[in-house]
């Protein structure tokens, strides 16, 4: 479900009524170039009908969680548009942010729990650990105990449905402040908000959040991307788009094969997006 969210084919938007709730929806039928050549087949049809028709799908491969479409470059656009699919420009499909400086995203996040009113006790609150390391991210998640004061990336229980994002303010290990995410962007997800804020605390912090490129074993001239963290889906989409996701190395979260001719775009994306520090075959860019 959440690959099937990032890569587009479902949308989280909130809930009609009294917009506290949020609800799963098809995406509309659509395509995006991948490379001359390549499409990326997105959104689902109604009634489980396929996405193309015979034609077109004889020639869909599918790889992972993701349908890729290889055609001529002359007729794709006139093919797709008669399979009713519509064209999403790269630029409207990974819709990222700007680029802003770590202390900027976490001032402004700080400056919304200033103007919060009291939280209040919060039951089975869980904070992601600052002082964890960034390699391991399940373990970086924890109760709040009596020593913690500061402002965190949290999570927190509701009767239905998975637990919310939020960025909480703790004295003394006693909630203070909470501001639900997300915040800035109600058609983004909680998740995204929560984890582009938590990779610009760690860079204030000084234990950036890193990813490493080895050799992808197996395909001559492929390089392996590892990251440790989870990313905003922005960052997800533009890995879907160069490279495939590959089961993970050991000790990664998630790992790509890419080209070795996107590595030098990747590594400068996630420095200046995510303030990542990049590792290459044991090295740092």
């Known amino acids: 479900m959440d690959l099937l969210l990032s890569i587009g084919d479902l949308i989280e938007l909130p809930s009609h009524g009294d917009g506290k709730g949020r609800q799963i929806y098809l995406a509309p039928p659509s395509y995006v170039e991948k490379a001359p050549g390549q499409y990326l087949l997105l959104g689902v049809r109604p009634n489980g009908a396929p996405l193309v028709d015979e034609a077109l799908g004889a020639e869909v491969l599918h790889e992972g969680h993701t349908r890729l479409l290889e055609i001529g470059t002359e007729s794709a656009h006139a093919r797709l548009r008669a399979a009713h699919l519509h064209e999403i420009t790269r630029a409207q499909w990974l819709k990222r942010p700007g680029v802003e400086h770590a202390t900027t995203v976490v001032t402004l996040m700080r400056q919304r729990l200033d103007g919060a009113g009291e939280s209040g006790q919060i039951a089975d609150l869980k904070i992601i650990d600052p002082e964890a390391s960034v390699l391991y991210y399940r373990g970086r998640w924890r109760p709040?105990?009596?020593?913690?004061?500061?402002?965190?990336?949290?999570?927190?229980?509701?009767?239905?449905?998975?637990?919310?994002?939020?960025?909480?303010?703790?004295?003394?290990?006693?909630?203070?402040?909470?501001?639900?995410?997300?915040?800035?962007?109600?058609?983004?997800?909680?998740?995204?908000?929560?984890?582009?804020?938590?990779?610009?605390?760690?860079?204030?912090?000084?234990?950036?959040?890193?990813?490493?490129?080895?050799?992808?074993?197996?395909?001559?001239?492929?390089?392996?991307?590892?990251?440790?963290?989870?990313?905003?889906?922005?960052?997800?989409?533009?890995?879907?788009?160069?490279?495939?996701?590959?089961?993970?190395?050991?000790?990664?979260?998630?790992?790509?094969?890419?080209?070795?001719?996107?590595?030098?775009?990747?590594?400068?994306f996630f420095t200046d997006m995510l303030w990542m520090h990049v590792k290459v075959g044991g090295g740092v860019a």
């Open 144 to 268: 709040i105990v009596s020593g913690d004061s500061g402002d965190f990336v949290a999570r927190r229980p509701q009767a239905y449905g998975a637990d919310l994002w939020c960025f909480v303010r703790v004295e003394h290990g006693v909630p203070r402040a909470l501001v639900d995410l997300p915040a800035d962007d109600v058609t983004a997800t909680g998740c995204d908000e929560a984890w582009h804020t938590q990779a610009a605390i760690d860079a204030m912090r000084g234990t950036p959040q890193v990813m490493h490129v080895q050799v992808a074993p197996g395909r001559a001239g492929d390089q392996r991307l590892d990251l440790f963290s989870p990313v905003p889906g922005w960052a997800q989409r533009y890995l879907e788009l160069v490279g495939t996701l590959v089961p993970q190395a050991r000790g990664a979260l998630v790992s790509y094969r890419v080209p070795m001719s996107a590595i030098d775009d990747l590594s400068v």
